[in-house]
């Protein structure tokens, strides 16, 4: 729950459509809910904008299942991400509303479309190369999940740069880019170059031996000479969905 779900209900409250009682069993919950081993936390958006989000790649279908089905009780939705397909298979059974995109990995029950947009501009989400589109995917719909509107752009890395060049007006459209990039990351240095966009630049495991499975990615992301790219961890697409919602997000007195 976050602070307009809790302004709507607070709304409601004074205009008398919700008795008292009822809001109270709604807040019920907050700020976490104790399940067998697990403590979900229903107030982080709240704190922070951003709610709980499941990490599925090392928890069982059944708890994955138990803590989405807590998560959109409380806000009317859930994500989780890392899931694998037979697990995703498991968890749709027990939860029907969730939805599995398997490039991403990611499973999802829509939260409600908020009244008002969340975010001051458009995403894009710009991806190196065809490998590295799980991790930008990851980040595209985390981004949706959190109310966000995307802008994807796909393949257009340091290899053929004339395919940068031809998406340049897009990305100059965006408020923030997040660009995906494995080998030798070069592509968020380029594209720093070309914007004046804020950028999240995401190093994936892409590449050969001596890539070091992200490392020489993310080291050279690092090292960028372009100024201002910001550096999320390899494969983090979701940390880079976000790092860009907190940067996009509308303030209250916007």
Do not use: Q, W
């Not at 919700?18 to 982080?44: I, N, Q, S």
């Not at 009244?115 to 894009?124: C, L």
């Not at 799980?134 to 802008?151: I, S």
């Amino acid at each position: 729950m976050d602070r307009r779900a809790i302004e709507a209900l607070l709304r409601e409250v004074k205009a008398g459509g919700v008795t008292p009682e009822a809001a109270a069993e709604r807040l019920r919950v907050l700020p976490f809910e104790p399940l067998e081993g697990v403590l979900v936390d229903h107030h982080r958006a709240l704190r922070n904008g951003v709610p709980e989000v499941v990490y599925g790649e090392t928890k069982t279908a059944d708890e994955i299942s138990r803590i989405m089905a807590a998560l959109v009780a409380g806000s009317g939705g859930a994500l989780a991400t890392r899931v694998d397909a037979d697990k995703a298979v498991a968890v749709r059974d027990a939860l029907p509303a969730a939805v599995y995109y398997p490039v991403a990995r990611v499973l999802m029950v829509p939260r409600p479309a908020p009244d008002t947009p969340v975010g001051r501009g458009t995403v894009i989400v710009a991806s190196a190369g065809t490998s590295d589109r799980p991790v930008a995917e990851e980040a595209a719909l985390t981004l949706e999940f959190l109310g966000h509107e995307v802008d994807r752009v796909d393949d257009i890395g340091v290899a053929g740069l004339h395919r940068l060049v031809a998406h340049a007006e897009r990305l100059r459209r965006a408020e923030v880019a997040i660009v995906a990039a494995g080998m030798e990351g070069a592509l968020p240095s380029v594209v720093a170059g070309v914007i004046d966009r804020p950028i999240v630049a995401v190093p994936t495991s892409i590449g050969y031996g001596v890539g070091l499975g992200g490392f020489v990615a993310m080291l050279g992301m690092l090292a960028s000479c372009s100024p201002g790219v910001t550096v999320v961890n390899i494969d983090n697409g979701f940390g880079a969905a976000a790092a860009a919602a907190r940067i996009n997000r509308r303030r209250d007195h916007e």
